[in-house]
């Protein structure tokens, strides 16, 4: 028997002020447009706490403002160091905010990823009561199903779905097999975007974290350490310590791809408004979809959030990354794919039942060996990298940007070992290369 759940609004105490996490008009100049953008965040930030004057805060620029670096931001902050945030585009433009933001404690065990994945499911457990998670970004447990859907059933005719207790009963199409991988107290779900901002407002507000919007063209070395980023247009920043959470851009970056190789997974995703959304129950779907007319099996992907949409996502393909994330658009037959489905799985997720609220695709960075970079960067001191972290860039943020900030404040990473992750496990050479 399930449960109706009325979708929650998700509204914080805290507005989000937009204006912190939206690119710059392209009929602007960088040079004038970053000013403005700065003094926006400087007025909507508290003031910094008091610092002992016989002692600086450590300078620290975080490159990238997806869900990586703005954990590393966040936590950085948070220790007492002054952190300046650079982001190419707009705050969780792309896979931050365009992921499922599925969370799992015990998926990644008997693997590499299993201490990290354990430490940052729980620390998302603390940040969401930290941060009021259920109402500010749809933090909410979920159960996890496991669901076989044949397609060609729904094509009989006079077809009608068996009937199966284990089914949440919006899943009326031809689904079967139902097994829960997961429990209310093993996976979780938060709305990423929301997350990724709600964190770096937080940031802002509390621990004076600035942020600029501008593209990285270099990280300045001098006698083995780092001393500054420059930005396209000349601009400079001074730091003594930066952290390069470039996500799948990584591989566009010289001085991280003359060292390892990161390529973009491109996954397609759609976000649907159901009319009747207080139908749709929180159990998150992990299918087996097998086509009409046989084929391979596909293994889509399911998630009702408390704001009453659903998000779907699946299709994915190893592909060029562009240049520029707004540029990053959804293949058309594999957003169809995905609507067939969504009316498939169920008659809520139809057309004629459920608005189209987004059709999208985000690139997923993902390393030759599966597993992220997480450390500093050999020969270059006080140069760390964060990325590689595939489809667990959500489930893994918070844990990674605490353990960097370990490794940049203290030297060591305590809250999880990220030695494995260690760039140094390339130093006899960058992986990838045939």
Request: with cysteine.
């Amino acid at each position: 028997m399930t449960v109706k759940q009325t979708p929650l609004p998700l509204t914080s105490k805290r507005q989000l002020p937009l204006s912190l996490f939206l690119r710059p008009p392209r009929n602007c100049s960088k040079t004038r447009t970053t000013p403005k953008i700065n003094t926006l965040i400087r007025c909507s930030s508290s003031p910094s706490p008091p610092m002992d004057h016989q002692h600086q805060a450590k300078r620290v620029v975080v490159c990238g403002g997806g869900v990586i670096g703005v954990c590393a931001a966040y936590f950085l902050a948070k220790k007492g160091a002054a952190v300046t945030l650079v982001e190419k585009s707009s705050v969780a433009c792309a896979a931050s905010g365009k992921a499922g933001g599925f969370l799992a404690l015990d998926w990644c065990d008997g693997g590499s990823l299993a201490p990290l994945a354990r430490a940052s499911f729980n620390l998302h457990r603390s940040l969401a009561e930290e941060l009021n998670g259920p109402e500010s970004y749809g933090y909410r447990p979920v159960t996890t199903l496991s669901v076989t859907v044949t397609e060609s059933e729904a094509h009989q005719s006079g077809f009608k779905p068996v009937e199966n207790h284990r089914l949440p009963s919006w899943i009326d199409g031809p689904a079967g097999s139902p097994r829960e991988i997961g429990s209310t107290q093993t996976t979780a779900q938060v709305q990423p975007q929301l997350f990724t901002r709600t964190l770096l407002s937080t940031a802002i507000e509390k621990y004076g974290v600035e942020v600029v919007i501008g593209k990285l063209e270099q990280v300045q070395v001098e006698g083995g350490r780092v001393g500054s980023v420059v930005l396209e247009g000349g601009r400079v920043i001074e730091s003594d310590s930066v952290v390069l959470a470039l996500g799948p851009w990584s591989g566009k970056f010289q001085l991280l791809a003359s060292l390892f190789s990161v390529y973009g997974l491109k996954a397609h995703s759609i976000v649907l408004e159901p009319r009747e959304s207080g139908a749709i129950t929180p159990h998150a779907l992990f299918l087996s979809y097998l086509p009409s007319g046989g084929g391979k099996a596909m293994d889509p992907e399911v998630y009702p959030r408390p704001t009453g949409e659903v998000y779907l996502c699946g299709m994915s393909s190893r592909e060029e990354v562009p240049d520029d994330p707004e540029q990053v658009t959804g293949n058309p037959e594999a957003i169809s794919v995905l609507k067939r489905v969504a009316r498939t799985v169920s008659s809520h997720l139809s057309e004629e039942k459920a608005g189209v609220k987004a059709e999208q695709a985000c690139f997923l960075p993902c390393t030759e060996d599966g597993n992220p970079v997480i450390g500093e960067i050999p020969g270059v001191k006080g140069c760390y990298v964060a990325t590689g972290h595939s489809c667990w860039g959500i489930l893994n943020g918070p844990a990674t940007g605490a353990a960097i900030a370990e490794l940049v404040m203290d030297g060591r990473a305590t809250i999880v070992d990220v030695s494995r992750f260690s760039p140094a496990r390339f130093a006899g050479g960058r992986t990838g290369r045939r």
